[in-house]
């Protein structure tokens, strides 16, 4: 009889022999023959697409001064597929870099090979992270995850100029300001590329063929002198915070060639810095329209200018009032009994009076046609998002009441960009120039300034705007020593947005206005926003304009005692018959900034751990105390100038590195 263990041994093995052999088999065909499905499954493992972002272009000052760089930054990445005993490191890394455990540990147990646990970690969430031991002292971290190096974008400045700039979202799209509006020359081309993951899938290979695709942004150059930009935000932050105001906006201006040197509002923010109110962040010399008050009545005097009326014509004042369609029209004071007042007067007085008497003698037709020929109801493309193009109404719907009403500044809405091109017209004989905010890229076609007014007539309101800052004008206080000014005040009610009339506390101080007879021909606007107590503008937005005026003499070296040229070409224009009009306007006067300060420049050199910009020091030897400032203008320096003179020595030396808040010491002698 047969043995029952040995056939039933047998009858084992033959079955492990033909399930090994299965196995040997299936092993051959998936090591030998093809199949789609595993394929697939490795390429997906294995193999990947990867975004590789061009770094972003800068933004620079027209000296070439950068406003907006790029900084290396490092984020911290995860594969929890990877990551073990997840919920005792959920609660490491919400201690090392400030995160909610219950959120943390959500992100770990997602169900993906890829995920962001914190981006733009902080030098001191990275030391968190070593002194936690999640970084180990060779730099290598807790198998799962990984530090992933990426740009920042750095305002190096902060506060500077931020409302032009505007800023970027983490991933360095634009959101606000010329980061918007140039984001596609800024952000380059991102390109998609293969790349192979290694075994925690994180990219190691990249396809470099496609990878040299990538183009980096291009740079921007904007027309903002950034000297002279922090001079004025210092003023206007003074001048807000003197009045107790909601707000306040100061833009400088080449009138000759549009160039904005400086655009400043307050309150103000920093871009470095997330989270900040739209209401900070906005840019009201373009995106916010209102009344602009008496400042409208030299558009009105050249008006009536260019319809062949005389600064000498005269108009009764009805001593104080006058009725129009049933509504009464006052002085803004009612001790003001204004009788008989010439053209010149009635500017230099701001007479509500005269100037609607003067709107309903010019007629609606003309005025309104001088209104859109000014560029009010249009946007003035200076290139900023959110520009508003104001409203003038229209001409059909025009009655008595509202020309006389426009006449003195109520019933449209503008901007304060669309003023200051306005004025432009008045300091630099008559033409129309297209504000401008960019050098780079430079414009496919250059729109050129369009004749507005005789040169006769822009003299004219020049010299009644003069009449202002004289000691009987309104706008006294915005005279400086040694300088001529012309220029308006206004002071505009608002208009309560919950009873639609106009508000009796609620005001918009302004003055617009420029020097004369200089050669480089600027003109500056000023605004205070709903100030406290005092509110006038002769009070609040006239001292403004001063203190913007010396800073703007001081960067661009404008001369003290202006030529005589000026005052003989007026009267020569007054005397003639015929108006003097020039062919073209002169951008020869559209000078740059002194040459003398043109050698000795800060250049940005790099950033600290702490966020702080380092700068390069330049030889100042040979400046004048004034030519020095000019340079070190823009920085929280500490300046010690011991002397006088011109520049012997300094301390740091040419070529050091300095940060913000550091000390800079002059000593100054005269030459020998």
């Known amino acids: 009889m047969k043995n029952p263990y040995k056939l039933r041994v047998t009858l084992l093995l033959v079955a492990c022999m033909l399930v090994s052999g299965a196995i040997l088999t299936k092993a051959a065909m998936v090591q030998i023959a093809s199949n789609p499905r595993l394929a697939q499954m490795a390429r997906r493992q294995f193999q990947s697409k990867v975004l590789i972002r061009p770094r972003r272009g800068t933004v620079l000052d027209r000296h070439g001064e950068p406003l907006a760089i790029n900084a290396e930054i490092s984020s911290i990445a995860a594969n929890p597929a990877k990551l073990v005993n997840k919920r005792n490191l959920a609660r490491l890394l919400s201690k090392a870099i400030d995160l909610p455990y219950a959120k943390t540990l959500q992100r770990l147990q997602e169900k993906r090979e890829f995920i962001w646990i914190k981006r733009h970690l902080t030098e001191a969430e990275l030391t968190r992270l070593r002194k936690w031991h999640i970084i180990d002292t060779d730099g290598d971290l807790v198998e799962g995850l990984w530090i992933v190096r990426e740009s920042k974008r750095v305002y190096p400045h902060k506060e500077l100029a931020a409302h032009i700039l505007g800023d970027v979202n983490i991933d360095l799209e634009g959101l606000e300001g010329i980061e918007l509006r140039m984001d596609e020359r800024l952000r380059g081309k991102v390109v998609s590329v293969s790349a192979v993951r290694d075994a925690f899938g994180r990219p190691t290979f990249i396809d470099a063929e496609a990878a040299k695709d990538v183009q980096d942004g291009e740079p921007v150059q904007l027309t903002i002198d950034a000297s002279l930009q922090f001079a004025i935000e210092q003023e206007l932050r003074t001048a807000v915070e003197r009045a107790q105001a909601r707000s306040g906006s100061v833009i ?177 004989g008559g033409w129309l120039v297209k504000p401008r905010l960019f050098i780079l890229p430079e414009p496919a076609k250059p729109e050129p300034p369009k004749r507005l007014l005789s040169q006769k007539v822009a003299d004219q309101v020049t010299e009644a705007l003069e009449s202002v800052t004289s000691k009987d004008g309104t706008g006294g206080k915005a005279a400086l020593e040694g300088f001529r000014v012309a220029g308006k005040t206004g002071t ?47 009070e609040t937005a006239a001292p403004l304009f001063r203190e913007s005026l010396n800073a703007v003499a001081v960067r661009l070296g404008l001369p003290a005692e202006p030529a005589e040229i000026d005052t003989r070409r007026v009267l020569a224009a007054e005397k003639s018959s015929a108006p003097a009009v020039q062919d ?89």
């Open 252 to 428: 400088v201006m080449d009138a000759v060639n549009g160039d904005i040197l400086a655009m400043a509002n307050e309150p103000s923010f920093n871009p470095n810095l997330k989270g900040t109110p739209a209401d900070k962040r906005r840019n009201r010399t373009v995106t916010d329209g209102y009344e602009p008050g008496s400042t409208f009545k030299a558009v009105l005097l050249a008006s009536a200018l260019s319809k062949g009326m005389k600064l000498t014509d005269v108009i009764w004042g009805e001593r104080g009032t006058f009725t129009v369609q049933g509504k009464r029209i006052s002085e803004a004071e009612s001790h003001e009994k204004f009788e008989w007042l010439s053209l010149k007067k009635l500017l230099m007085v701001s007479s509500n009076v005269a100037s609607a008497k003067l709107a309903l003698k010019i007629g609606a037709d003309h005025y309104y046609d001088t209104l859109r020929a000014f560029g009010f109801g249009s946007k003035t493309d200076v290139g900023f998002p959110g520009e508003i193009s104001g409203r003038i109404p229209p001409k059909k719907a025009w009655q008595p009441l509202t020309l006389a009403n426009i006449g003195f500044g109520q019933g449209v809405l503008v901007t304060r960009m669309q003023m200051l091109r306005a004025y432009a017209a008045f300091a630099n």
């Open 492 to 538: 505009a009610q608002m208009v309560d947005p919950h009873t639609g009339a106009y508000s009796r506390s609620k005001y918009i101080a302004s003055f617009i206005g420029f020097p004369v007879g200089t050669d480089r021909k600027v003109v500056i606007l000023t605004s205070i926003e709903e100030p406290r107590g005092i509110y006038y503008g002769s």
């Open 584 to 672: 073209q306007l002169d951008l020869n006067q559209a000078k740059p900034i002194p040459a003398a300060t043109a050698p000795a420049h800060l250049t940005w050199n790099s950033s600290s751990s702490e966020g702080q910009s380092v700068w390069r020091m330049p030889s100042l030897a040979g400046l004048t105390a004034r030519e020095a400032i000019r340079v070190l203008q823009g920085h929280r320096f500490k300046l010690e100038i011991q002397g006088s003179g011109i520049v012997q020595s300094q301390e740091p030396i040419q070529g050091s590195l300095l940060s913000e808040n550091d000390s800079v010491r002059l000593v100054l002698a005269e030459p020998q």
